[in-house]
Each structure stands twice: as structure tokens, then as C-alpha cells.
């Protein structure tokens, strides 16, 4: 067993080497949380509570005197994050992050809208407040008017907003099932989908990135086969998501309620949407997963739909070992919507169809269909 320091540490026991020369610390489960290298043990829910405290160091390492900010409402499949913010109370303490689990998804939403204000008053405190909302899909229906409000009003430069939103595909331990996307895209706001626990880390500070500069709120989607999930794996760096200096400078989109009842608001909210393209060109979050140059065939895939496919791909390719199937080019995609036009055009060339796997509703497809569709042959 071990203790949970004060200062994030745990108190454990020492080993000698094989050898019995020296000492080495013993890993604890606990580690997973502060741990910045080698292999560790995560569920879904204390990846999310990992990823405030990760925002939280990399702040301070640029220079950063920013404060954290986490609510929601509990609800399958997040019914646990409660529970792992409450389990890490002393490690949010020491970093300046704040757990509030709120009476439902629209109060906690509008108390996030609030937090957003903190870059932007002269009497701050800090430089900003990175919040995280979180709630499963039909609390965004019941939070819609808080969302799009907030949304709306924007984010900090120092500071942003993460969505985290439990999608029940399957109704697992819901009434009905359910996928919010569609509802996200209707009030402008990102989404990002990370296929596994191993991702959300990478999402998850890439959304808050993307949000300190569009000045969006970003929707970042679990579902119930990811967040109550557990799984082992060697950390990866994150970057610091800088840009190029052609990248245009958008303070003009930062958090401001001055627009609203005015024809402004929808203006500001179009700029966002462009500013995210901007950013998701300068750092893509989709990948070529097999380039296969000659391929006529593409295939694109999202979420936990992608580590889906590749099992399935995995099945035909073990049980025709001496029918090679066509060559197929695979593209995923990180940034569900607005898709990132640059890297789709890419892949798109050179392919006479293309197969897209996404769950529940045809947003990638849509959007897919849409930009290619009355492209030059020669083009796509």
C-alpha cells in the first residue's frame, strides 16, 4: 500500500536492485496520477482527473499562473468521476484545482461560463481558470440553453473549456440510447473523439488548447466501452501545441457577453468555427493509419468504431491468410467536426469509394460527402 502525499508524492516501500546495490521505488497504483514517464495503469475516469492535474503542470512549466476548475453531474457511464476527483482532493488542493460536483448539467455549465471571466477581469488572481464540465448525453439535451449561452460568450485565452460528454451507444445503463454529436454540432461547439484511454490525455490538452485560441468550448466525447474501461500503457509526450507565427492572432474571440442581442454574436461564433479550422490544420488530431498509395479503397474511422474496425479487419485478414484483401487506405479522425478539410483531401485522392465507420449518426459522413462531392475526379 501506499500514502498520498500533500505534495502529490506517495509514501511507499524501497527495494534493493538485483545486484543490492542502491534502491529503487516501488511503482504504486497511485502513481498513474503524477507519474510523467514508463508504463501506467488507467481507468477512464482517473485519466480525466490525470488530465486537469497534466494541464495544470504544463501551465506552470510555460510560466502559467492558472487555476483549474472541475464539475458536472454524475450519470453512467460518468458516474465515477466524483469519486476519483474526491480520491485525489489532496493533489487537486496543491495544484489550484477546484471540484464542485454541481446540483445538475445546466447549473454546472453556467457556473463554467462564469470561471471563463477570470481572464478577462482586472482584479484577477490568476491568469485564467481551465474548467471541465462534465455530464452523459442526455444531460447535454438538459443543458442545451447553458451550453450554447457559454459557448456563445466564449473562452479565456488563459484559461478554456472541456466538454467531457458520456455517450451510452448500447443503452448499457441508460432508458434510451444515446449520442450527443448531433445536438454539439447544432450549438457550434468541437468535438473531439479519442478512441481509448491511452488518448485522452494527448484529447484532452489539445481541446483545451484549441479553446484558449478559437475561444470555443470543446466537446470531449467518451463513451461507455472507453471511460469504464482500465487499461496499461506507456505515457507519450504532449506538445505544447504552439503556433506558427501565420497563424493569425485571435484575441478579438476571447470571453465577451457584449454581443449578445446583437447580429455580432453570430459573427463571433462563425469567426470560432474558422479559428478551430486553423488550429486543426496547424495540429492535426486525425491520422493516416495505412497510407497505401495505390489503394482505391479508402476507409475512415472514429472513436472506439475504430479500434472496432481494426479488430474486424484483424478477423478477415486470420481467416482468408491466402486472399489478401484490396488495398485499403485508413484514415482517423480525431476532430469529428468542423473535419479537418486539408488532411480528408489527402487521403481522398486517387480513392474511387470511400467506407466511413462512426457511431450513430452520419456527422464525419455528412461532412465527408459534402466536401468531396462535386470535387474535379482528378482531386479526389
Known amino acids: 500500500m501506499s500514502t498520498l502525499m500533500p505534495d502529490g508524492t506517495h509514501k511507499g516501500c524501497r527495494y534493493k536492485n538485483l545486484d543490492g546495490q542502491g534502491d529503487i521505488y516501488k511503482y504504486q497504483l497511485g502513481d498513474n496520477l503524477t507519474q510523467t514517464e514508463g508504463r501506467v495503469f488507467l481507468t477512464g475516469t482517473q485519466a480525466l482527473t490525470r488530465l486537469v492535474l497534466a494541464q495544470r503542470r504544463a501551465d506552470v512549466k510555460q510560466g502559467l499562473n492558472t487555476a483549474g476548475f472541475v464539475t458536472g453531474y454524475r450519470g453512467s457511464p460518468l458516474a465515477g468521476v466524483d469519486i476519483a476527483m474526491w480520491r485525489a482532493q489532496p493533489l487537486l488542493d ?12 445546466d447549473l454546472g455549465a453556467t457556473i463554467v461560463m462564469g470561471t471563463q471571466q477570470a481572464g478577462v477581469r482586472d482584479d484577477r488572481s490568476v491568469d485564467g481558470v481551465f474548467s471541465m464540465w462534465y455530464g452523459k448525453g442526455p444531460g ?7 451550453l450554447h449561452h457559454g459557448n456563445a460568450a466564449g473562452a479565456s485565452r488563459r484559461g478554456g473549456v472541456l466538454l467531457i460528454v458520456g455517450d451510452d451507444h448500447t443503452a448499457a445503463s441508460s432508458s434510451i440510447p444515446h449520442a450527443s454529436e448531433t445536438s454539439l454540432l447544432a450549438l457550434g461547439i468541437p468535438i473531439v473523439h479519442p478512441a481509448s484511454v491511452e488518448e485522452y490525455e494527448y484529447f484532452g490538452r489539445w481541446g483545451w488548447a484549441l479553446s484558449r ?93 475504430h479500434l472496432d474496425t481494426l479488430d474486424a479487419l484483424k478477423i478477415l485478414y486470420d481467416a482468408h491468410p491466402d ?13 469529428n467536426w468542423p473535419i479537418e478539410e486539408a488532411g480528408l483531401r489527402a487521403f481522398a485522392q486517387g480513392l474511387e469509394h470511400i467506407l466511413i465507420v462512426e457511431e450513430k449518426a452520419p456527422v464525419i459522413e455528412s461532412q465527408v460527402k459534402d466536401l468531396l462531392f462535386n470535387e474535379p475526379k482528378s482531386l479526389c
Request: hydrophobic share 40%; charged share 25%.
Open 94 to 105: 496543491a495544484n489550484q484545482i477546484t471540484f464542485l460536483p454541481a446540483i445538475n448539467e
Open 140 to 146: 447535454v439535451d438538459r443543458a442545451g440553453d447553458a
Open 323 to 335: 486472399k489478401p484483401l484490396p488495398a485499403l487506405r485508413h484514415y482517423k479522425i480525431g476532430l
Open 213 to 305: 485560441y478559437s475561444g470555443a468550448w470543446v466537446a470531449f466525447k467518451v463513451s461507455t466501452e472507453t471511460v469504464e474501461s482500465g487499461r496499461s500503457f506507456e505515457l507519450q509526450p504532449v506538445p505544447d501545441f504552439t503556433l506558427d507565427q501565420d497563424i493569425p492572432d485571435n484575441t478579438h474571440l476571447e470571453y465577451s457577453a457584449k454581443e449578445f442581442l446583437t447580429l455580432a454574436i453570430e459573427s463571433r461564433m462563425a469567426d470560432r468555427v474558422q479559428a478551430v479550422k486553423a488550429f486543426s490544420r496547424q495540429h492535426r488530431l486525425d491520422r493516416l493509419i495505412d497510407p497505401a498509395p495505390m489503394a482505391t479503397l479508402g476507409l475512415i474511422t472514429s472513436g472506439k468504431a
